[in-house]
């Protein structure tokens, strides 16, 4: 079992950055690959970032790409979303999610079905 924890989101005016972090407890992060999802009220859940259990592949989904980036450390079983040039359409509640991974390669998974763990996710409130 894996427990997920974000923090990191608040109330900002548009053009501000926030650096969102998720937490992982319970088992070690290394063998699992992450992702970041939002869900606005009155909408469906949906993809901002995933990056593979090594931390070595990334992908982002059009709205946020060139404004953010994924990274993680598992030592620290941590796992960061930066975000810049946030924008009222950015206001959501943002989710952490795990899936094992036993890729040697390493992959990313964009579909929200694929993932089997979720934080209780963070409010990001982006003014105009």
């Known amino acids: 079992q894996v427990h997920l924890v974000e923090s990191g989101g608040g109330l900002v005016k548009a053009g501000a950055s926030l650096r969102l972090s998720c937490a992982g407890f319970?088992?070690?992060?290394?063998?699992?690959?992450m992702g970041w999802f939002r869900q606005a009220p009155g909408k469906e859940r949906e993809f901002v970032a995933s990056i593979s259990w090594s931390g070595g592949k990334t992908d982002y989904s059009d709205s946020m790409k060139g404004r953010s980036a994924i990274s993680r450390d598992n030592a620290k079983a941590t796992m960061w979303l930066q975000m810049n040039s946030l924008k009222p359409e950015d206001t959501a509640v943002y989710y952490c999610?795990?899936?094992?991974?036993?890729?040697?390669?390493?992959?990313?998974?964009?579909?929200?079905?694929?993932?089997?763990?979720w934080g209780q996710g963070t409010q990001v409130t982006v003014s105009s």
């Open positions: 999610a795990a899936r094992h991974s036993t890729e040697p390669v390493g992959a990313v998974y964009n579909d929200r079905e694929q993932y089997t763990y």
């Open positions: 319970g088992r070690a992060l290394s063998s699992y690959a």
